[in-house]
């Protein structure tokens, strides 16, 4: 146990490391999307299940699907720096 | 270069940041033990047998009150942004993600009936269930976005306020029986599901108009 635990702390971090770290924000944002879910899992681990659920939805889901949206609409008309 | 120098100041500070709460979290022993025996002693007049919920909506009621009005809030300000765009849908339909969609929505809907329901005995309630209605809505609204059906925006207005409207006029009832939000017993159970029950179908609209809204909306 202690060692998912280690695994998920240390893939937390490196995790949000990548996602302020990385140019592409493309990548930046699939790095988001997958730190919501390990998050997730932390908060299974500690024992509290609504706030994975929660987080699974909002975290994971719903920004995820804002974010991807406004990096498509952004590259659409035509700033591709953004 | 400005920039960088700031820069550098806010990974500087992010890192001391980060430092100070990890020396608090490891200074951190035990909850008070007060609390818990003070919180065993209540769940009986709670009206629901979960901690989390009688603790969301019965002792600190007033704080989710709060955050309801806060989430309203901030769909206010994404109407007041203006996007003056029109969206066009990315997805095409096709008959994979059609019958994948038919068969899922119904499930997300009964699982998050399941999880607000569920909600008074284990882990769940108002806005886990708000959230998975609300990634339902989503993913029809992306998959087929032709055959979606919008609301007139004055039945929309309404149901975003509801939730917020129905906890203010519960507060309401119970100050001529007590303080404001404060249920005991028998009248705490029915309160807490009805609650809950208006909760999520408003929260529901909620965050599912934070991405239909903010990328659909067009200018009048």
Redesign the interface.
Known sequence: MLLIDTLLLVLLLWLGFKITFTKDHFNAIIHFIVFGMILALAWVRLG???LA??EI??GA??TG??LL?TI??LKK?GREDA | MRNKTFHSLLYFLAFWLFVGLSFILTNINTLDSSMHTKLFEAMPHSGVTHEVTAVLLNFRALDTLLEVGVILLSLIAIHALEPNFRYTPLSFENTITNTFVAILFPLIALYAFYILYSGSYQSGGAFSASALLAGGIIILRLVKPRSFFVPKELILRFLYVSGLFYFVCVGMISLFFGSFLEYRDYIASFYIISIESVLMLSLGAILSAYFINAVQRVKP
């Open positions: 509290a299940f609504d659920l929660a939805a909002l889901g719903i699907a804002l949206d498509t609409f008309i």
